[in-house]
C-alpha cells in the first residue's frame, strides 16, 4: 500500500486524516482508502457521482487486445459500512472548505 507507506515514511498519521478528496475513481487514486479510513471512523470521502463506476482500459497485448478493469475496487457499501466512511458526492464545482475548491465535472470532449 503505497499511500501508508508514504504517510508513514513522512510522519503523517493517517488516523487524524478526516476529509479526503479523490478526483477520480481509478485504483490508483482510491487504493488507498482503506488504509486512511482505518481505524472505521466517520471521516468525509468527497468525489464525483461516477467514482463507483465501472472502468475498464483496453491494452493490445501479444494475445490480442485484453480488457482490464481499473476502477476502484471497494463497493461503497463496504465503504460505508465496515469503514464509516461518509461520502459526499459533488458533480458541480463548490467550496468544500473554507478556500478549499472541489473542481466539479470536467466534461469529456474526447472520443477516447
Known amino acids: 500500500m503505497s499511500l501508508a507507506n508514504n504517510a508513514q515514511v513522512l510522519g503523517i498519521n493517517l488516523t487524524q486524516v478526516k476529509r479526503v478528496i479523490l478526483s477520480h475513481g481509478h485504483y490508483d487514486h482510491t487504493g488507498g482508502l482503506p488504509a486512511v479510513l482505518y481505524p472505521p471512523r466517520e471521516v468525509e470521502v468527497n ?21 482490464i478493469f481499473i476502477g476502484i475496487k471497494y463497493s461503497q457499501d463496504y465503504l460505508e459500512g465496515a469503514l464509516q466512511a461518509r461520502f459526499n458526492l459533488i458533480r458541480e464545482f463548490s467550496e468544500i472548505a473554507a478556500g478549499i475548491l472541489f473542481s466539479g465535472e470536467v466534461p469529456r470532449e474526447t472520443d477516447f
Open 47 to 67: 468525489a464525483h457521482p461516477d467514482i463507483f463506476s465501472k472502468k475498464y482500459a483496453e491494452l493490445e497485448t501479444r494475445a490480442g487486445k485484453q480488457r
